[in-house]
C-alpha cells in the first residue's frame, strides 16, 4: 500500500467558534493564516523527507477548513519542497472552472516537478456549487464535458476547436503539455455509482473520500465489476481512500489527543449547503443512494471517536493499532493508495509528531499491505 | 416558414446530375454521404434560411450518371455542376464519403471553392496506422460492430446503426420515408462497392487545397476515429479542426443545431471565426 499526505492548508481554530458556512472572513487572521502556510509547507517537507510516496492537495472554498482554493497554486509550491514523492492535485473541481484553464496549470505542475504529477479531476461536493453559482443540476453533464476537453487538450497534438454543450473554445493548443504522456496518472472521486462507472469507462483511478469502509468497500467493488464488464482491471493503485489519521505512542494518548477534533468534525453549514444543493437538483434520480449516502456520512460525523474508527472514517491509535486499522482497511477496500490527513484539528506540533510516529513505526509495516 | 426543397436534374456535359435547391443568396454546395441525397434532414431548411443550398447527387448514386471511374474523375463532373449550377466559386461542404469528392474538387479547381467544410471525412477510410485505441480515444469511441449486410448503409436501416451514424437526437425536419430509407440503403451498397476503397493520390494531394478549410468531427464517432482530423488539420494548409462534444458520425443530421452555427459563422467570417463574437451582455448587443 502506498501513502499519501493529504494536505489542506487548515487555518486553524477561529477566535469564535461557527458552523456557518460560508464562514464570515472577518474571522480571518492574516498572522494565523501565515502561520497555517508555513505549517503547511513544514509538514510537506518532513513527509517528502520520511518517505512518504505522495504529497495531496484538494480545492475548498470560503471556510477555515482549507485554505487551499486552487490546487495549481500550492501545487506549483509544493513542488518546490517535494523532491522526491508525487505531487497529487486531488483535486480541481473541473465543473466549477475553465477546463483548458486547468488543463494548462497541471501540465505547468507536471513540469515544474519533472513529470511527477498525479493528477485528479473532480466534480466537488454540493455545497461548493454555491461558491462560484454554477447550476447544480448541470454539474454531471459539466463534468464529463470539462474532462473530455482536458483529456483532448493533454493529448491532441494539433490545434483544435470546441463545440460542446457547455464549452466552446475555436482554437486550442496549450503549452506546456503534461511531461507524462499521453497523461499523468488520472483520478476522479467516484462514492456514487454513476462516478464508480465514469472511472471504470475511461479507465481512471478512483478516489473514496468523506465515506467510510463499508461504502467505500461498496464502492470499489462496483468500479471492478463494471471494469471487468468492460474488459479491464485497475490496478491496486488505482483506488485511493482518503481520511484523517492521528498517530499517538499509545491508543489512550492518541484518543485523548484526536477526540476534540474528530467528534467536532460535524458539517455544520456545509452540511446545509449540501442539502440546499442537492434539493436543486444536485444527484438528480439515477443519485438516490448518493443522496442516502449524504445523510449517512452527516449522521456519522456526529458519532464518538471510536464508532468512527470502528467505521474507518477516521484512523487514530498508537502504531499497531492504526497498522491493524489500515490492514483491514485494504483487505475489505483493497485500495493501493491511502491519502491521509494529518493536520485535521490537532495543534500542529502533535500533528508533526503524528507524521513522524507514523513514519517510523507504521510506515514499513503498511508498505507490505 | 421553410424555404421549399425543390428537386431539379441538370445536364452537365453529358452527366445527369439530381440534384435539391433550396433558398437563396451566397450558394452553399453540399456532397452527401455514402447513403446518398434525402431532403429529410432538418439542416437543410436551416441553411437555405440564408444561403442558396445545392445538394447534388454523385454519379452512381440515386439518379445521377456519369464517369465514375476514378476519384478525379467524378470530382471532375461535380466541378463542371458546380460551375453551370452553382456559378462557382462556391462554399462546399462534403460529408462523411462525400469528404473525398470535396477534396479533389478543391485540389484540382481551386478557382470553384471559396471555403471548404469537411465533416467527418472519410479520405482515410480505415487507415490500419489509424485505428481508434480505446484507452486514448474519447469516450465511446471504438469499432463498432455494424454487421457485413450489403442492406445495411447511410440511412436508417437498423437502430444500432442509426445511434452509429446519427446520435440519440437526429434532426430530421420529416422522419424518412420507407422509399428514403430504401434508397439510402442502395446508395450506401453502391458506395461500398465502388469507393470504399483509400485514396492514396488524394491523401497526397490533400497538401495543395488552398481554400480555408473547417474540418468538424463528433468526439463520439463511432465510425471514423476523431483522431483522424488532426491529419486533416496537419495537411491542408489552411485548415480549422473544431471537435462537437458528444456528436456521432453524421454531423449536420446528428447535431443539426451546432452544425448548421459554425458552418454559418465560418463562411461569414472566415478565418475570423477564432474570435469570439458572441454577445455576453445587452450593452455590447
Known sequence: MKVSMFNAMPFGPTRERTTAWPVPNELFDPDQAIRAAAGCIEAVEMADELGF????????????????????????????????????????????????????????????????????????????????????????????????????????????????????????????????????PLYVSGTSKDSGAFAARQRVGLGLAFTNRPLAAQAARFYRETAAELGWQPEPDQVLYQAPIYVGETDQEAQDAFRPAAEGMVGGGMSVGNRLVANAGFYGERDAETRTRYQDIGAEHSRSLEEQVAQGQVFCGGPEA????????????GCGVVNLAFQWGVPQPLALRSIELFAKEVLPQVREL | MSEPIVKQVADVDGARIEYLEAGAGTTLVFFHGAGGVSASPAFIPALAKRYRVLLPSRPG???????????????????????????????????????????????????????????????????????????????????????????????????????????ASPAWSAPPSAAEVAQRQRNA?????????????????????????????????????????????????????????????????????????????????????????????????
Open chain 2, 61 to 167: 448514386f440515386d439518379g445521377s450518371s456519369g464517369s465514375t471511374a476514378t476519384g478525379r474523375d467524378v470530382a471532375e463532373v461535380m466541378s463542371r455542376f458546380v460551375h453551370a449550377v452553382g456559378g462557382g466559386p462556391v462554399h462546399l461542404i462534403g460529408e462523411s464519403a462525400g469528404g473525398a469528392p470535396a477534396c479533389w474538387l478543391a485540389v484540382l479547381h481551386p478557382e470553384l471553392v471559396e471555403s471548404l467544410v469537411l465533416a467527418a471525412p472519410a479520405v482515410l477510410h480505415r487507415r490500419p496506422s489509424l485505428e481508434p485505441d480505446a484507452s486514448h480515444g474519447p469516450a465511446g469511441v471504438g469499432s463498432p460492430d455494424l454487421g457485413s449486410s450489403p442492406e445495411q448503409g447511410d440511412g436508417p436501416s437498423s437502430d444500432a446503426l442509426d445511434e452509429v451514424l446519427f446520435g
Open chain 1, 53 to 184: 510516496d505522495w504529497i495531496s492537495c484538494a480545492e475548498h472554498h470560503y471556510s477555515p477548513i482549507s485554505l487551499d482554493v486552487n490546487v495549481s497554486v500550492l501545487g506549483a509550491v509544493l513542488t518546490q519542497h517535494v523532491h522526491r514523492a508525487r505531487v497529487a492535485l486531488l483535486g480541481a473541481l473541473i465543473p466549477l472552472s475553465n477546463p483548458l484553464r486547468i488543463a494548462e496549470e497541471y501540465a505547468l505542475v507536471d513540469t515544474l516537478c519533472g513529470g511527477r504529477l498525479v493528477a485528479g479531476l473532480l466534480r466537488g461536493a454540493p455545497y461548493e456549487y454555491l461558491v462560484y453559482s454554477v447550476n447544480p443540476a448541470e454539474s454531471r453533464s459539466r463534468f464529463e464535458e470539462a474532462w473530455e476537453l482536458i483529456m483532448t487538450a493533454w493529448r491532441c497534438p494539433r490545434p483544435f476547436g470546441w463545440e460542446g454543450r457547455h464549452y466552446q473554445f475555436r482554437q486550442v493548443s496549450i503549452w506546456p503539455r503534461p511531461i507524462q504522456q499521453p497523461t499523468p
Open chain 2, 189 to 285: 451498397a453502391y458506395h461500398r462497392a465502388h469507393w470504399d476503397a483509400v485514396d492514396e493520390e488524394l491523401e497526397r494531394r490533400l497538401t495543395e487545397i488552398e481554400a480555408p478549410t473547417l474540418v468538424l468531427w463528433g468526439t463520439a464517432d463511432r465510425l471514423l476515429p476523431p483522431e483522424e482530423g488532426e491529419w486533416y488539420q496537419r495537411a491542408i494548409p489552411r485548415s480549422h479542426l473544431v471537435y462537437l462534444y458528444g456528436a456521432a458520425h453524421s454531423l449536420p443530421v446528428a447535431v443539426a443545431d451546432r452544425f448548421v452555427r459554425l458552418v454559418t459563422e465560418f463562411i461569414e467570417q472566415g478565418e475570423a471565426f477564432v474570435v469570439n463574437q458572441r454577445a455576453t451582455s445587452e450593452e455590447s448587443r
Open chain 1, 322 to 333: 492504526v497498522v491493524d486499522q489500515l490492514r483491514r482497511l485494504g483487505e475489505e477496500v
